[in-house]
């Protein structure tokens, strides 16, 4: 979770976010990629919701280290003293070491220039035959005012995404759409708030300083609850099977899991 939607937490996670660890774990577990003795590093690792779930698979002898240029003092010794996060190294700066696996989990949509970002990562700590994990929102029509207050620059396409990968020395394994079910209701939304005439300056970098989401603080009763979930579990064995058919179904939000080429 990003930092700006860590606001009033209560403990629970949004399905949409509990759906999104399931589904990217599977994918991850599924190749081999989580392990004892793995180096795992989450850039742009925000409240590292995703990054405490993975210790227990990298253990024992693996590490997991997560960094986010965004963090304070206070972000630290917060992550630091909290015995969820035990076994994570927590830093605003990259760490110097070469990862089996580099996260980069909606991050790429908060940089002006994506591109140099991910090369200068993946040139920086994944070693030679290590693997990137990507997701970002999808489709650039779907932009809203939710895009700007979290500081989006951009939405992405499947063409795009994939020669973003290319130019930084990846070579696919897999990917395709998430989220489908969402994808209409992120549709009906847009086209109800009409023209957002603030889109151009909202890419130029203006987020919001907190942003309330929803993210931190998912309320509903158990039986609402257990539908949602429901329906996402679902909605992420279509994305698995889609993407064994190499078939990039539309959702609200693509990724792609690739492996740096041989130097």
């Not at 589904?23 to 599924?30: A, E, H, K, N, S």
């Not at 809203?144 to 020395?169: E, F, N, Q, V």
């Not at 151009?200 to 203006?206: A, E, F, K």
């Not at 939000?253 to 130097?263: C, F, G, K, N, P």
Request: proline letters at 5%; a positive charge.
């Amino acid at each position: 979770m990003d930092l700006r939607e860590a606001i009033h937490p209560t403990g629970r996670r949004h399905p949409w976010e509990t759906a999104r660890l399931a589904f990217f774990r599977r994918q991850l577990r599924g190749r081999g990629l989580l392990g004892p003795g793995a180096t795992v590093i989450d850039a742009g690792a925000g409240d590292a919701f995703f990054a405490r779930q993975l210790v227990a698979d990298v253990a024992p002898g693996g590490r997991i280290f997560a960094f986010d240029p965004q963090y304070s003092e206070a972000h630290l010794e917060r992550l630091a003293s909290d015995p969820s996060a035990a076994g994570i190294e927590f830093a605003r700066t990259r760490p110097a070491v070469r990862a089996d696996l580099l996260l980069l989990m909606d991050v790429l949509e908060h940089v002006a220039d994506d591109r140099a970002l991910l090369v200068d990562l993946v040139a920086s700590v994944v070693r030679p035959g290590g693997h990137v994990l990507v997701s970002v929102p999808a489709w650039d029509q779907l932009y809203t005012r939710h895009d700007a207050i979290l500081g989006h620059y951009r939405r992405y396409s499947p063409a795009y995404l994939r020669g973003l990968l290319a130019d930084g020395g990846l070579a696919l394994v897999a990917g395709g759409g998430l989220f489908h079910t969402l994808l209409p209701l992120r549709a009906l939304r847009r086209l109800a708030a009409g023209r957002f005439r603030d889109a151009d300056s909202c890419r130029r970098g203006q987020p919001a300083i907190e942003a309330d989401t929803g993210l931190a603080r998912w309320r509903a009763g158990a039986r609402l609850t257990a539908l949602v979930e429901a329906v996402l579990r679902v909605d992420g064995g279509l994305s698995a099977w889609s993407s064994r058919a190499s078939l990039w179904l539309p959702g609200l939000s693509l990724w792609a899991l690739a492996v740096r080429r041989a130097e």
